[in-house]
């Protein structure tokens, strides 16, 4: 092989790592109070429908609400850290995205920060929270 192209090879198989690397790592970096997903019961009113909701795409917000439901009152999601520098945001999934894709859902089911799902009967109020409220 000549070494221009190993050269060439070489430098593709770096960049392929590369990024492969920047898709992984983001969710390993973890810094400030981790947020969560917190879901409640609340009175009937407008709402997505939670069951259309794929437990992939939306994992916080399935979460919080498959606790609410075993539990039968407030339920909580997994941690979601931010990253340093705000590296993490823009390759990483986060509740706030959930929310994002939920109010374009339904726009009548949303307020400033929290949104409103139902699930096997119940209307739920999700927000998300910064754990010890910083």
């Not at 430098?11 to 409640?40: K, M, N, T």
């Not at 916080?60 to 979601?80: D, I, K, M, N, Q």
């Amino acid at each position: 092989m000549r070494p221009v192209t190993r050269n060439v090879v070489v430098a593709i198989l770096v960049v392929v790592v590369a990024l492969l690397a920047l898709g992984a790592v983001p969710s390993y970096l973890r810094s400030g109070a981790p947020y969560h997903v917190v879901a409640e019961p609340t009175e009937p009113g407008p709402a997505v429908n939670a069951s259309n909701l794929s437990e992939r795409r939306y994992p916080y917000l399935t979460g919080a609400v498959a606790a609410a439901e075993r539990g039968g009152g407030e339920g909580r999601s997994e941690p979601y850290w931010e990253g340093p520098f705000g590296l993490k945001e823009s390759f990483a999934h986060s509740p706030f995205d959930e929310f994002d894709a939920v109010g374009q859902r339904n726009p009548e089911a949303t307020t400033d920060g929290t949104v409103f799902v139902a699930a096997n009967g119940t209307r739920y109020r999700a927000e998300i929270v910064r754990e010890g409220g910083a």
